[in-house]
């Protein structure tokens, strides 16, 4: 069965505090694995995509990597703005449908 | 560019009663999916649209419907309400199927079933 696992369920920082987040997956062959930032009461805003096993993608503070089984959203230096959720979610060969974690809450104290 | 659009952005129903939601995908986008998301919880996927027919759909029962336009605007009619079916629904946007795509999301609608 294709499911996604997202940990820490919840990270405090300091600002400044870098850090990592995880998502560990098992579908039937990847096509695609994709990191979202969700605010409180709004819809998911799309980061990256990453498609095949040693990618690496960057974006400001933040830079995804992806393995065979997991992938991790580093955060260099945060600031309170990056405070969000952060969802991961798969996108299986088989299908076209996305499988989502249920994200990390990221809290990042001044 | 206007992203993906959604309509309306609250909405209070009772149980018993349908409700239809309302999508406009991004610009140059042909595809429409529509997932739930309960208060702390990840997006679950309900369907998926492409070219008016339904392509794909999770794990819902039959209550849940949707419909896709020429327009590529889609809607969901979820009928019988239920207290459970209080949730976000997000609208997503992409371009095709068959390959690994970007999906964009609307800003939801939130439902509540008293």
């Known amino acids: 069965e294709d499911q996604v696992t997202q940990s820490p369920e919840a990270l405090r920082l300091q600002e400044g505090e870098s850090s990592s987040l995880n998502c560990s997956y098992t579908?039937?062959?990847?096509?695609?694995l994709f990191w979202y930032r969700q605010d409180p009461g709004k819809g998911p805003e799309f980061l990256f995509t990453?498609?095949?096993a040693g990618e690496e993608k960057e974006k400001e503070r933040l830079k995804a990597t992806l393995t065979k089984k997991e992938s991790f959203l580093h955060i260099t230096a945060p600031k309170p703005e990056d405070s969000a959720t952060y969802l991961c979610?798969?996108?299986?060969?088989?299908?076209?449908?996305?499988?989502f974690g249920t994200g990390t809450s990221l809290t990042v104290i001044p | 560019d206007a992203g993906v659009t959604q309509s309306p952005t609250h909405l209070i129903k009772t149980r018993g009663q349908q409700v239809t939601l309302r999508c406009s995908p991004k610009s140059g986008h042909d595809t429409v999916s529509w997932y739930q998301q309960a208060l702390g919880q990840g997006p679950q996927f309900i369907f998926q649209?492409?070219?008016?027919?339904?392509?794909q759909r999770g794990n819902f029962p039959d209550r849940f419907s949707g419909h896709q336009f020429p327009n590529y605007s889609s809607e969901l009619n979820v009928n019988a309400l239920l207290l459970g079916d209080s949730a976000l629904y997000l609208c997503?946007?992409?371009?095709?199927?068959?390959?690994?795509?970007?999906?964009?999301f609307g800003p939801g609608t939130r439902l509540t079933v008293l």
């Open positions: 997503a946007s992409s371009y095709g199927t068959r390959y690994g795509f970007e999906q964009f």
């Open positions: 990453l498609y095949s």
């Open positions: 649209y492409y070219e008016e027919e339904e392509r």
């Open positions: 579908v039937s062959g990847l096509r695609g």
């Open positions: 979610a798969v996108q299986a060969k088989a299908g076209n449908q996305f499988y």
